[in-house]
């Protein structure tokens, strides 16, 4: 049985190797994870409380 007033998310992730891509979204080094068409955070990776955080800006 699904919780009440569950949120759900559909992830659609993409490995860009393309040097010319990553600078067209000012990414300057890895990882660079980019949400609704914007540079979410760039060289570090994020723990799970970040994502969470970024999550629900995103909503």
Request: hydrophobic letters at 50%.
């Given at each position: 049985m699904a919780a009440k007033n569950a949120w759900y998310?559909?992830?659609i992730s993409?490995?860009?190797t393309d040097?010319?891509?990553?600078?067209r979204f000012g990414i300057?080094?890895?990882p660079g994870p980019?949400?609704?068409?914007?540079?979410?955070t760039s060289g570090h990776?994020?723990?799970?409380?970040?994502?969470?955080q970024l999550?629900?800006?995103?909503?």
């Open positions: 998310w559909t992830v993409k490995k860009i040097s010319v891509a990553k600078a300057m080094s890895t980019v949400m609704n068409g914007q540079v979410a990776v994020l723990n799970a409380s970040e994502i969470g999550l629900a800006q995103g909503s």
